[in-house]
């Protein structure tokens, strides 16, 4: 995306967030690819979680290039109360957008402006974008490869989509300051999936969230199976809290990778007894087999042959998290719902 909105938006209006803790490797292009094209004015915030390595410094040197940088320290750490901090602490009552970015991505040219314009054309309480992910090392590149796939990302259409339209989620990009507000911006009891359950949310409120496929972010993924890993199980306990909180009916694909973990410890559990049963979790780990060849080939690099284990990472940990989840949060919910119904008698 290097194209100019056809009308120029007023950018004294726009809030930009960027929440990071210790993003010391990407915070610098982050930053330079949103402020380093010049003639923006729009206050543009880096809500920091009390990172312990150089982020803070590195910002700091680069309010010397952009006087329209600011710092601010997120004592909640979450970039759920990061976003919630940095509207509340800098919005002025001019403000009507707040677009929200990511310290592990780089943006295109005229992003901030992009984003605007597409709210102000939409009308759309929320607009997000299309993640397309972009890695470097050998494992980076699988995990871009796989993430981008349905066995990835189950189909979501803001993973490496093409279609514009109006969804029930994507990866978040801009907000109407009003709608926030109205709903009283993100949930910070939520470690993960806090922009899944706000959208859920604003769709009650009557809000609405527009995908536009025109405006594309590139990605870093995570670098290694043990980060990748954390990161899915983070993944999948937050939607477990966030289907317990709204009592939403998990999608097909949301299942998938729970299936796949149970069928596995499943297949294995009962190999003793009836070892006919292997067949499942050797089913499974065959396809993955088969992707990293088939990305192999397809890719020229023996790169591809991480492919598969980075699926299973994003499968198993997902479906463990999730299933983690249910059992945490559920007792909350349950112990909650027993003393509203004792009260009630």
Request: aromatic residues 8%.
């Amino acid at each position: 995306m290097d194209h100019m909105p056809e009308t120029k938006p007023d950018l004294s209006q726009v809030l930009v967030v960027i929440p990071t803790f210790n993003e010391e490797d990407h915070i610098e292009s982050c930053i330079r690819s949103l402020l380093g094209q010049g003639g923006l004015n729009c206050a543009t915030v880096v809500c920091d979680g009390l990172s312990t390595d150089r982020t803070r410094e590195i910002v700091m040197a680069l309010r010397d290039t952009y006087s329209e940088l600011h710092f601010l320290d997120n004592e909640k750490t979450l970039q759920s109360a990061a976003i919630n901090h940095a509207v509340a602490t800098m919005a002025t009552p001019q403000t009507r957008y707040v677009v929200r970015c990511d310290a592990h991505s780089i943006y295109p040219e005229n992003f901030i402006q992009s984003v605007v314009a597409s709210l102000e054309r939409t009308g759309a309480a929320s607009v997000v974008t299309v993640m397309d992910s972009v890695g470097s090392t050998c494992f980076e590149k699988a995990n871009a490869w796989a993430v981008d796939t349905p066995l990835g990302s189950g189909g979501a259409a803001h993973r490496g989509g093409a279609k514009s339209g109006y969804v029930d989620h994507g990866h978040h990009a801009g907000f109407d300051i009003d709608w926030f507000r109205k709903i009283d911006g993100y949930d910070e009891a939520f470690t993960h999936n806090e922009d899944a359950e706000y959208d859920h949310r604003l769709g009650l409120a009557g809000g609405k969230v527009y995908l536009d496929a025109d405006i594309r972010i590139e990605y870093t993924p995570r670098g290694s199976l043990t980060s990748l890993a954390r990161q899915y199980y983070n993944y999948g306990k937050g939607r477990a809290r966030t289907t317990l909180k709204h009592r939403i009916r998990p999608k097909i694909r949301q299942m998938v990778p729970v299936l796949a973990l149970l069928g596995v410890i499943f297949g294995f559990v009962m190999l003793p007894v009836m070892p006919w049963l292997a067949l499942i979790p050797a089913s499974y780990f065959t396809l993955l087999a088969c992707v990293s060849i088939a990305f192999a080939i397809a890719k020229k690099s023996l790169c591809g042959f991480w492919t598969g284990p980075a699926l299973a990472a994003m499968h198993l940990s997902w479906g463990c998290g999730f299933i983690a989840g249910l059992v945490k949060f559920g007792t909350g919910h349950a112990r909650r719902d027993a003393v509203r119904a004792t009260g009630a008698e």
